[in-house]
């Protein structure tokens, strides 16, 4: 399976971005999907998740009532909506595809991962 992110730019502090994630494989569909961020000199973290349904999602406590995770598995896609961006929120973006249905937290649970956008927010 190869991911393909998108979406990423340069912002303003407060302004929105759409990030998305297109497999390769209908594979995907099946599996949870998760976004990371990793800035220069930190660990790559886990930002959303979702199960392979959309029925069930997870947020880090950084981006909760911020970002809205969502996935249409006609179009094999998943998306990331950041809305009131903050210059922490710079980093590098990825996707990745679970080894599993539900979505999970953890680096080692994904399987698959997309080469990353760059998001930058600019104070």
């Known amino acids: 399976v190869q991911l393909q992110a998108s979406g990423g730019g340069l912002v303003q502090a407060g302004g929105s971005l759409r990030l998305s994630c297109t497999a390769s494989?209908?594979?995907?569909?099946?599996?949870?999907v998760g976004w990371f961020r990793q800035a220069p000199g930190k660990e790559r973290d886990i930002v959303a998740a979702?199960?392979?349904?959309?029925?069930?999602?997870y947020y880090a406590d950084s981006v909760k009532g911020r970002f809205t995770i969502s996935r249409d598995n006609a179009k094999g896609t998943v998306y990331l909506q950041m809305n009131s961006l903050k210059p922490e929120d710079t980093a590098l973006y990825y996707c990745?595809?679970?080894?599993?249905?539900?979505?999970?937290?953890?680096?080692?649970?994904?399987?698959?991962w997309g080469k990353g956008t760059q998001v930058t927010v600019s104070s």
């Open positions: 494989r209908r594979t995907s569909s099946n599996n949870g």
């Open positions: 990745a595809v679970a080894l599993r249905a539900s979505y999970a937290i953890q680096r080692d649970d994904y399987r698959y």
């Open positions: 979702i199960n392979w349904s959309g029925s069930s999602t």
